[in-house]
């Protein structure tokens, strides 16, 4: 058991991975501050994300490993890593190479806005609905 | 079973709740594009941040809803909140009341960057290494 000040307060990565082995990454455009998207890594994608610089995940859906953009080309160069205080999330600031970080063909995955103030069922308001590329040429069916 | 086009093209917001029943939520300074803290709602957080515009979480450790800064007074004014494609994370752009979001007396979760390039157990460096607010006295020990 690691103490919670070597975890806080330490100058090592121990990351705290979830029950099925992941911690959050949480992708943001190193020059807009644009939250691009949130996706999962396993301890392989962790650490070739920190040797290579550029994004991998682990996709939760397919069980595997992916490097960001090799079906489609829309690479992350990561600029800068962070871990959080508890080490179960990383942030990466990246240089998204391409039209867009989002599988539907968009720019970011968080192109619908929630209004606040509403209660009951919400209702969303897109806030960028054009798609910047066809996610049907971009990706291959499996 | 709610149809995929529906998550990802409707206008309709439909949390997926993991197993646990949470959602994955980001919180960044709406000014700055900071990333402050990665949390979770359950759904009625999620309905409370909606209809208030001030930021509820659930803490898994603790198993109980929060309304972000009730112990500091740290609170979270929601500028504007965005949902993803596949419904399953939100991202909260807030102003950040005090000093600071962390628990640890930081502004930021994330005041650590882990340098690129590396292989094997990785160094960090801090970032973010004073801080912002004393915890002891911010929080209550429960």
């Given at each position: 058991m690691v103490a919670t000040s070597e975890i806080e307060?330490?100058?090592?990565?121990l990351p705290k991975f979830d029950a099925d082995g992941l911690v959050t990454a949480v992708a943001t455009d190193a020059a807009t501050g644009e939250l691009l998207m949130v996706a999962h890594m396993n301890e392989e994608a962790l650490a070739k994300t920190i040797a290579s610089g550029e994004a991998h995940y682990f996709s939760r859906s397919r069980r595997k490993l992916w490097r960001k953009?090799?079906?489609?080309?829309h690479t992350q160069r990561v600029i800068e890593m962070r871990v959080d205080c508890d080490q179960d999330a990383v942030w990466l600031r990246v240089e998204q190479k391409g039209p867009g970080a989002c599988h539907t063909g968009r720019k970011s995955c968080f192109y619908r806005a929630v209004p606040l103030g509403q209660t009951g069922e919400a209702a969303l308001e897109f806030?960028?609905?054009?798609?910047?590329?066809d996610p049907a040429s971009a990706y291959r069916k499996d």
């Open positions: 307060e330490g100058l090592t990565l953009g090799e079906e489609s080309g806030r960028e609905a054009d798609k910047a590329f």
